[in-house]
């Protein structure tokens, strides 16, 4: 769909062993009317100021648009190096529109079949020649797995954009009262407490059945595709809410809780807009979803203000905690001291002659619980022994896994 590109969308990728970051932008367009537009075209300026390398792709089966002038007018402004790529140049009938644009004036030129992958190699050595010297990949390679993975995900417009914004200290997502203004993933990485971080903000995820374009339903396919490379998710909710009582989880919030912790992950909420509330709504709603919350009580809830930049270096301090939690051990000894007497105390039947517990994984934390009478372990049961690990060992933000198996 043509303008579904609106912020910066930045890959890592790889060309005859050069590596380098690829970053797909929003089309330009010189009427500036709309906000929405403005804020498109600041990003591709911002883009261009910080790119090595600047591709310029044109339509080679059409001659040379008011857009494509008023780019090639900006490219002259900004003085980056650019290749002019003319795409499309397999249709027929196309030599002539490909001769326009040698107006351009640019250094370099490519003629690709983007379609087709014809050219897109010779483009690609245009680009490697093109590059600044390259630093050795060997440290990065090396550092690579110090990076903590976050996801930030929620509802459309609940200040995902902006939260993002205010951990980067730029204006790298695009914000807009507009619902729905991030339509892509977008990946960057930063540095806090001497700690390297990768976050993901998405779309914004609606419920399926709420989903009547295309765009939308692809952008759900992004956010569950994304969980998978997360180490911890941040989940961002609106405080100011007309439901009463007044509660900021809808049933969407709660599926994609369960989709989260379905995989492994570990969570944290933030409860975003904190400052658009007067103190007694805040108490009421904090209390309301600590309610709505009490099957997942576990998750840690951060009060945040994207818009007054409040508490979201907390956030991700939490983030980094729950992590921890995850990769936490607790040895067999330490389980057979503190918690294994109040098990075998309350054993789940009669017929329990004895029960034994020990951890056999984490991220997220795992546990076998051994017993004679696997049947006997009602849910009511499981909950008790759940309990006793969070009341003594914490595993805040993650979902405990308890197995049961028999051991005669």
């Known amino acids: 769909e043509s303008g579904t590109t609106r912020d910066r969308i930045k890959v890592a990728t790889e060309w005859r062993g050069r590596r380098f970051y690829l970053t797909d ?3 330009f367009i010189p009427d500036e009317t709309l906000e929405i537009t403005r804020k498109v075209n600041q990003q591709i300026r911002n883009a261009i100021s ?6 310029f792709l044109v339509d080679g089966s059409a001659s040379p648009t008011i857009q494509d002038f008023a780019i090639v007018e900006m490219l002259r402004k900004e003085n980056p190096p650019y290749i002019l790529a003319v795409n499309k140049t397999d249709i027929k009938n196309t030599r002539d529109n490909i001769a326009e644009f040698y107006q351009f004036g640019a250094k ?3 003629q690709i079949s983007a379609e087709h992958g014809r050219g897109v190699a010779e483009l690609l050595d ?3 020649e093109t590059l600044p010297p390259g630093h050795k990949d060997t440290e990065q390679e090396k550092t690579e797995y110090a990076k903590l993975n976050l996801l930030i995900i929620g509802r459309p417009n609940v200040g995902k954009s902006m939260f993002l914004n205010c951990i980067l200290k730029s204006e790298r997502a695009i914000v807009s ?4 203004t991030t339509r892509d993933a977008i990946e960057e990485e930063f540095v806090l407490d001497n ?3 990768r976050v993901i903000d998405t779309a914004g995820l609606r419920r399926k059945s709420k989903v009547t374009e295309s765009v939308e339903y692809f952008s759900i396919q992004r956010v569950i595709k994304h969980i998978p490379q997360a180490d911890v998710v941040i989940l961002l909710l609106d405080s100011v809410t007309d439901t009463y009582p007044p509660t900021p989880l809808t049933k969407q919030d709660k599926t994609i809780i369960d989709l989260v912790l379905a995989r492994g992950k570990a969570m944290v909420i933030g409860l975003n807009k904190i400052d658009l509330i007067s103190s007694s709504e805040r108490k009421i709603l904090i209390n309301n979803t600590k309610f709505e919350l009490k099957n997942f009580n576990f998750i840690p809830i951060v009060l945040t203000s994207a818009l007054k930049n409040k508490g979201i270096e907390e956030t991700i301090r939490k983030a980094v905690d729950v992590y921890e939690q995850g990769g936490k051990r607790v040895s067999e000894e330490l389980i057979g001291e503190v918690i294994l007497p109040r098990l075998q105390d309350k054993l789940p039947s009669h017929r329990a002659r004895y029960i034994y517990l020990k951890q056999i994984g984490t991220r997220p934390p795992k546990f076998n619980l051994m017993t004679n009478v696997p049947a006997d372990v009602k849910d009511s049961y499981k909950r008790f022994v759940l309990n006793e690990l969070r009341n003594y060992f914490g595993f805040a933000g993650n979902d405990i896994h308890l197995k049961i198996t028999k051991k005669s």
Do not use: Q, R
């Open 195 to 197: 700690k390297k971080f």
């Open 25 to 27: 932008t929003g089309g």
């Open 108 to 110: 370099e030129m490519a």
């Open 177 to 180: 009262d507009v619902p729905g």
């Open 50 to 55: 910080l790119a090595d390398v600047v591709i």
């Open 126 to 128: 245009k680009v490697i």
